[in-house]
């Protein structure tokens, strides 16, 4: 049974959901005209902003953190969507230097022996790459949503990040059954390890499959108490705080891809 059978079902309200979406898309795309990225994981929600963006032409970067340690099928994701919306995904990879080095230093399994080097590793994988992604631009696009998880339970449409920049997450209402309903609606291309019960994918070594009940996010670093389970890409909402002029609710009901 494939993601779409599982989730894609119509919820109330997905039509002025998708309209916040778009509405919040198209003023910070405007706003921040050439100093925007979508900062994409090509997980489910990232697929979903990524085709608004496409859909409404929005002149809204895409970045990805090809951390080195993504799964072929990801890898193979991102070729698909460059071919499928004829746009070009920037990669952001690790410095060559400091992975050897730290490889060299505590093993290619260094993640599982201590949060602390499970940390270090997102943060020369990740963090690193994540800045130079963000270098130069003053807002960027997320796809989280405040039903992952706990520690993302009250993230705001809008916030300011901790170097100032517009942090932008449209998606943060969304249910998972509006991602997939907007994901079969519109055939957005997805990652296949979706069909295999991982909603939330990283990086290989640090991903697997959840059973049924489980929380989303309970397939990363599932050896982690979930207070930890965070690779530091979004620090917490305690900056957060509302720009006035982007819309702060859309009612529209003749959205992209509206629904029943
Ligand atoms: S998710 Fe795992 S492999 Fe990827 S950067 Fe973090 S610790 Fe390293």
């Known amino acids: 049974m494939s993601a779409i059978d599982l989730y894609a079902r119509a919820t109330s309200g997905h039509a002025e959901r998708v309209a916040h979406a778009v509405a919040l898309l198209q003023s910070a795309a405007s706003e921040h005209a050439g100093r925007i990225v979508l900062a994409s994981s090509l997980g489910a929600e990232d697929m979903v902003l990524t085709d608004l963006i496409a859909r409404h032409r929005l002149p809204i970067a895409i970045g990805t953190l090809e951390t080195g340690k993504l799964h072929a099928q990801t890898l193979a994701l991102a070729q698909r969507v460059e071919q499928h919306y004829g746009l070009t995904i920037e990669l952001h990879r690790p410095q060559q230097e400091s992975v050897v080095h730290f490889v060299r230093q505590h093993g290619d399994d260094a993640m599982y022996r201590s949060i602390e080097l499970r940390k270090a590793c997102c943060a020369l994988r990740k963090l690193e790459p994540l800045q130079r992604m963000l270098a130069g631009r003053t807002a960027w696009v997320t796809g989280l949503r405040r039903e992952q998880s706990d520690a993302r339970g009250a993230v705001p449409f809008l916030e300011a990040d ?99």
């Open 162 to 260: 901790e170097h100032g920049r517009t942090k932008l997450s449209p998606l943060a209402d969304w249910s998972w059954n509006d991602v997939w309903h907007y994901i079969a609606t519109h055939q957005v291309p997805y990652n296949p390890l979706h069909d295999e019960f991982m909603p939330s994918i990283g990086c290989e070594p640090c991903t697997r499959a959840i059973a049924v009940g489980e929380d989303f996010r309970s397939g990363r670093w599932w050896w982690e108490r979930d207070d930890a389970k965070e690779c530091g890409l979004h620090v917490g909402g305690a900056q957060a705080s509302a720009v006035s002029a982007l819309p702060r609710r859309a009612t529209t009901k003749n959205a992209q891809g509206a629904s029943a």
